[in-house]
């Protein structure tokens, strides 16, 4: 419902409609009227900051007045489209600006859809918001029946509370109540059970059918005879045959483009000072290994999420918590609220925090199976993926700083045609654990790629327990010039000095290590 309030056209029309009738009683001269208006528009513009629907609706307004100084029919197509050409001579970059995007294709759809405004604005950026957002709302329609009939009061009472709102306080009230009513719109149908649903982002073939369609329905007036010739005319039918063979050579490049393979691939997010991995195998399991924090910025909701669905996963096969800090699980508590889950796995717990007791019972609410594991478990992913579960050990737990040292230590396995890779996730355990690791696995601790345990903190990564796993790669989620002094400079000289490439995320980004034939690995840093 945003852009009720958002600074665009309805804002523009409103003001001019205001001034025009105020200036019409002082100056008798309309073209006169006219220029003030459109030097009023330019201050209207630079005063409200310049945004994109602001500048798209004051450029569209003046080329109205202008065309009516001059005496010229004004043509909304025209008008729109160069408008559209100057945002971008401004700023080239608008066009990633989504606010832009929004803008120029409500009043599109307005202009040229005979529907309702709000059904039409909804059919005109329906792309553009599943391309961003991710999501569908099926209760739009109810929110903005209501706004509709209060949008016109809330901008005309705002703009006179501006000026006069010192002298009469209950225009402000008036105004006040009146926004207080459309938020509370907004949070009683935000709530509804439909308001919101998470989709991955489509194809780019979709948005070209899509916008072909509904571009045929607002510009071909006649549709019928279209159509009728479209199938009686020969040279009709064979431009169109044209098209089809050229959009479908276009699509089959994109498909070719875009076509990876079924390889498994390790992504390490960047979630700031926290922990996330997301492992693809080679039969398109998913799985999703801890998932940042949840503080004041949830990672969980703003990277996580975006991020699955942009790489259209909908759904996760395993979602895997090391232990409860909120640094590892916080993130994950929006996942599986909103995401399809299947299991969690989670490691005996040595206490039970809040932050435990409150997943379990969303993951109850949810019935999502919840598999509880310790040391000699094997956890069978598909035929080529296995995790074999290190620690913790139910018999023995750690007592000295329980829920970082009792974390859940997991040894990613994929095995196909002889060949072995390995990694190991390792949570936030420290010297004690590390070496009852040491006593207990010895060799076995060997992997290929290590997740540094504890965000490479001094109190983790000890001699012994880096020497038997021995990795050729070392990966370390942290946040860029963190309080904590994370990673220590001690934990990445030892890492260097036994030949291990270190990739963190404050550094890096996101790190993927795509799995190669025989044994090879491909690094791929989002920050080269």
Not at 37 to 65: D, E, H, K, P, Y
Not at 499 to 514: A, F, W
Request: aromatic residues 14%; hydrophobic residues 50%; glycine residues 6%.
């Amino acid at each position: 419902m945003s852009h009720v309030i958002a600074i665009s056209g309805t804002h523009v029309v409103y003001i001019i409609v205001a001034i025009k009738c105020v200036l019409y009683k002082i100056i008798k001269s309309k073209r006169l009227v006219n220029i003030i208006l459109i030097v009023f528009l330019i201050f209207f513009a630079i005063f409200t900051g310049v945004s994109a629907s602001c500048v798209r609706a004051c450029i569209m307004m003046g080329i109205i007045l202008i065309s009516e100084i001059l005496y010229r029919k004004n043509d909304f197509f025209t008008t729109w489209c160069f408008s559209l050409a100057i945002i971008l001579i401004i700023n080239f970059y608008n066009i990633e600006n989504i606010g832009m995007w929004l803008s120029f294709m409500s009043v599109l759809g307005m202009q040229k859809l005979n529907l309702k405004d709000s059904f039409a604005v909804q059919f005109a950026i329906f792309p553009i918001i599943l391309y961003s957002f991710n999501t569908i709302s099926l209760t739009f329609f109810i929110s903005n029946f209501f706004a509709s009939f209060i949008a016109g009061p809330i901008l005309i009472l705002g703009y006179i509370s501006l000026g006069l709102g010192k002298y009469f306080e209950f225009i402000v009230i008036i105004e006040e109540l009146l926004l207080e009513l459309l938020f509370k719109i907004a949070e009683i149908v935000g709530n509804f059970k439909f308001s919101k649903i998470y989709v991955t982002t489509p194809n780019i073939i979709f948005f070209i059918i899509y916008y072909i369609i509904l571009f045929f329905i607002m510009f071909v007036k006649n549709k019928k005879i279209v159509i009728q010739k479209l199938l009686l005319d020969s040279k009709l039918r064979f431009l169109l045959k044209k098209l089809v063979i050229i959009l479908g050579f276009f699509c089959l490049i994109y498909i070719t483009l875009n076509f990876k393979g079924n390889k498994a691939i390790i992504i390490f997010l960047d979630v700031s000072q926290g922990d996330c991995t997301l492992i693809k195998t080679k039969t398109n399991k998913t799985i999703l290994i801890d998932g940042g924090e949840n503080g004041d910025y949830d990672y969980g909701e703003n990277v996580v999420l975006p991020y699955l669905l942009k790489h259209k996963i909908s759904s996760l096969d395993y979602v895997m918590v090391s232990h409860f800090d909120s640094d590892h699980c916080g993130g994950l508590f929006f996942i599986i609220e909103n995401l399809n889950v299947s299991n969690i796995i989670i490691g005996y717990q040595y206490e039970k925090s809040e932050n435990f007791l409150n997943f379990i019972n969303i993951a109850k609410e949810k019935e999502i199976n919840v598999l509880v594991v310790k040391n000699g478990d094997r956890l069978q992913i598909d035929k080529y993926t296995y995790f074999d579960i290190l620690f913790p050990m139910k018999d023995e737990m750690i007592i000295e700083n329980a829920i970082n040292n009792n974390s859940l230590v997991a040894k990613l396995n994929f095995i196909e045609n002889n060949s072995n890779i390995s990694m190991l996730f390792t949570g936030d355990i420290e010297q004690i654990a590390e070496e009852k690791l040491v006593s207990i696995y010895g060799n076995i601790l060997k992997s290929d790629i290590l997740k540094v345990a504890h965000h490479g903190s001094n109190t983790s990564s000890i001699d012994e327990f880096l020497k038997l796993v021995n990795p050729k790669i070392a990966l370390i989620g942290v946040g860029k010039n963190n309080s904590f002094g994370h990673p220590s400079i001690y934990t990445i000289k030892k890492l260097e000095e036994i030949g291990v490439n270190v990739y963190r995320t404050d550094e890096n980004g996101e790190i993927d290590i795509i799995l190669e034939n025989k044994n090879e690995l491909k690094i791929n840093k989002f920050i080269q």
